[in-house]
């Protein structure tokens, strides 16, 4: 009969965390990637330079906005449902802000910035998904492992904006795609995960694992 490990996760958990990692390298470097290029982009374009920061502004105020809705979604339908809407946000965000640049349209661009809001309100709920995949004994290490993917979007993000930011007209159009594309990735990569059910990661963690942060 086998024994379980029992110092060390076993294959799934493991698996489940690696994957959770990359969501959250992949996710935080998009949104890297709005710090990083919006206020350049705004001021190819839009003549009031003291105003070229207000879509990352918004962004925040649309974090505020959503991460209670959000966190209710994951607590009634399960948290892999709920990040992948936050993908879907992250995609139309991204979109929207690019549609602004492409039109040279400013309000537009503020209100991509807003949509991104519930994508990264999402994104800061992963430390709290970590702890739900694994025994109480590991959290700390699931939660290291996942805010590690941040670590790697540090360097992800400024990177593809100075591979992306030229590449098409206007500068700073493609850089939008590649964001999109980086939440399709999560997106797809969040369905290889196995989370609990609503109403079991409830009852593993107190409600604890639910809340917003």
């Not at 709920?82 to 139309?92: E, N």
């Not at 999402?122 to 995949?133: I, K, N, Q």
């Not at 590991?138 to 990177?159: E, Q």
Request: glycine letters at 10%.
């Amino acid at each position: 009969m086998e024994r379980p490990a029992a110092h060390g996760l076993d294959a799934r958990a493991r698996t489940n965390l690696l994957l959770l990692a990359c969501c959250q390298a992949t996710g935080q470097a998009a949104n890297t990637m709005m710090f990083a290029a919006t206020a350049l982009s705004v001021v190819t374009f839009y003549p009031d330079r003291e105003l070229a920061t207000l879509p990352m502004t918004l962004q925040h105020l649309g974090i505020m906005l959503w991460v209670f809705p959000a966190s209710m979604l994951m607590q009634r339908m399960g948290r892999r449902f709920g990040f992948r809407v936050g993908s879907v946000f992250g995609m139309a965000g991204a979109a929207v802000v690019g549609i602004g640049l492409y039109n040279a349209n400013f309000v537009m661009m503020c209100l991509g910035g807003v949509i991104l809001g519930y994508a990264v309100a999402a994104l800061h709920m992963y430390r709290f998904a970590a702890v739900e995949l694994v025994p109480v004994s590991h959290r700390a290490k699931a939660i290291s492992w996942v805010t590690a993917g941040g670590v790697l979007a540090a360097v992800m993000g400024p990177s593809l904006v100075r591979w992306s930011h030229d590449q098409w007209v206007p500068i700073y159009l493609a850089t939008y795609v590649v964001m999109g594309f980086m939440h399709l990735v999560v997106f797809i990569v969040m369905g290889f995960i196995r989370f609990p059910a609503a109403h079991e990661a409830l009852a593993a963690g107190g409600g604890a694992g639910a809340e917003p942060p």
